[in-house]
């Protein structure tokens, strides 16, 4: 959702070797034609060359029959109001970061009287989001289409609350089924897929408290006060 900025490194040779967007290793060894996996906080990264124009990723998301209606699509997302249900009362600041075009979390949990903000680039573009601190923030199949992680985590993390909660929703790759064909790998807006490695990369390295890790489901915590550097 932040701008793509260029991260490439040279090899010995001059070549051009892509760094890993979220932790800025060089990229070595590709899992399939698309993808690479990094050695250091084993996310699975495509490669620049096949990211999707922003008139291309909008296409693709004006293809989803997401309805706020529609009841399978209101318990595929439950995991993420339930979260917030149980940690916050409606008196709360929540954000819900790609929103997309149809926010059926935020659209149960405002019904309900919660206090959420929308964002998404496509479908509610205003960044006002930027100018509130939160209690708390989710994203719900959004992470996997970041171009700049490290750039998104840090920004939403700056946005949160001290003890304030960072809640996801993303699938993980385990390693059960090639990924070559797995279909969360084949969504040509996919650009960093996470494993249970990546997820506690983040948790160590911006800082966080890993509160709960499921296959689809990830709950972080920031620190309740800044930790004085020594």
């Known amino acids: 959702m932040l701008g793509i900025r260029q991260s490439f490194v ?7 070797i892509m760094r890993c ?16 996996v990094c050695l250091t906080c084993g996310g699975m990264v495509k490669d620049r060359e096949h990211y999707l124009s922003a008139e291309g990723e909008r296409e693709e998301y004006e293809k989803h029959e997401n309805d706020i209606n529609d009841g399978a699509y209101q318990a595929f997302t439950n995991p993420i109001r339930e979260a917030v249900q149980r940690y916050y009362s409606p008196g709360s600041l929540g954000l819900d970061y790609g929103c997309g075009k149809a926010p059926v979390i935020s659209g ?5 009287n919660y206090d959420v ?5 496509f479908f509610y573009p205003d960044r006002s989001y930027s100018g509130f601190s939160y209690d708390y923030i989710f994203c719900c199949e959004v992470f996997e289409h970041f ?7 840090e920004a939403l993390i700056g946005l949160l609350k001290p003890g304030g909660r960072l809640i996801m929703m993303t699938q993980l790759y385990d390693g059960s089924y090639p ?10 807006t996919h650009v960093f897929i996470a494993t249970a490695e990546t997820v506690h990369y983040i948790t160590e390295r911006f800082g966080l408290s890993l509160e709960r890790l499921e296959k689809r489901l990830i709950i972080w915590r920031k620190a309740s006060m800044a930790v004085r550097s020594r």
């Open 179 to 188: 990924f070559e064909r797995w279909h969360y790998r084949r969504d040509p």
């Open 117 to 121: 903000k929308l964002y998404d680039p």
């Open 21 to 36: 967007t979220l932790c800025e290793a060089p990229l070595l060894e590709r899992v399939d034609d698309v993808f690479y």
């Open 10 to 16: 040279r090899d010995m040779y001059g070549r051009r």
């Open 108 to 112: 149960m949990l405002q019904a309900m």
């Open 147 to 153: 171009h700049e992680p490290k750039r998104e985590l």
